[in-house]
């Protein structure tokens, strides 16, 4: 498969922020920006790969400011890692106030998506170009995260239910 840059598969939307999606209060729930985010991000895995792909996962989320209705929202996402099926995708949210031109910086997330073969198993994906500083520079973070991912996945499977003593002696080596 033919390596292909960042630039190929980054996607900006926008969506305007609707009563139906706040409070009482008329703050934006999270919820509607988790689900925006997840769209972006699966727009730029699909343009990427071309295949059916899913989220595995997504980092933690910190709401770091308040939208509110009549807000304009702008999801701007693009592809930092390739690893065989998995693609890491950033994507960062500002929140624009029609009224004033201000725009905010509410929240930043970084989900890992999986591209599917027909069999709906996770299948290879065509591999990153690193082809400018920005892009080698966003691999190197997302190595780490990734790093950091399959030390939480180790944790989460817990010795119980790791059945030899291989793995195990595996897993400690692996934490340290
Ligand atoms: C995604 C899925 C197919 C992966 O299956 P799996 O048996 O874990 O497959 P593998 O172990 O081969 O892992 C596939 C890739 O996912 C990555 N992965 C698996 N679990 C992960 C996690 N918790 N976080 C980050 N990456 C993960 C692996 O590192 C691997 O990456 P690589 O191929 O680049 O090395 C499976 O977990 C699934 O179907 N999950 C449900 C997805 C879903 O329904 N999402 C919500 C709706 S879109």
Not at 45 to 69: G, L
Not at 70 to 80: C, K, V
Not at 122 to 151: C, F, T, W
């Amino acid at each position: 498969m033919e390596p292909k840059s960042f630039k190929d598969s980054r996607v900006i939307m926008t969506h305007l922020v609707l009563p139906q999606d706040a409070n009482a209060a008329g703050n934006l729930h999270g919820g509607v920006i988790l689900k925006h985010i997840d769209t972006t991000g699966g727009v730029v895995a699909k343009r990427h790969s071309r295949m059916n792909v899913v989220t595995v996962s997504i980092d933690r989320m910190v709401f770091k400011q308040p939208a509110y209705i009549g807000e304009l929202l702008t999801f701007q996402a693009s592809l930092n890692h390739v690893g065989r099926s998995s693609m890491e995708i950033g994507v960062r949210v500002d929140a624009e106030n029609l009224e004033t031109g201000e725009v905010r910086h509410i929240n930043s997330a970084y989900l890992t998506y999986v591209g599917l073969g027909k069999d709906g198993k996770a299948a290879p994906v065509p591999p990153l170009l690193l082809d400018s500083e920005v892009a080698r520079r966003r691999h190197k973070e997302a190595e780490l995260r990734r790093k950091l991912r399959q030390k939480e996945r180790l944790l989460e499977v817990g010795e119980a239910s790791v059945s030899s003593k291989k793995k195990v002696r595996d897993k400690k080596s692996f934490l340290r």
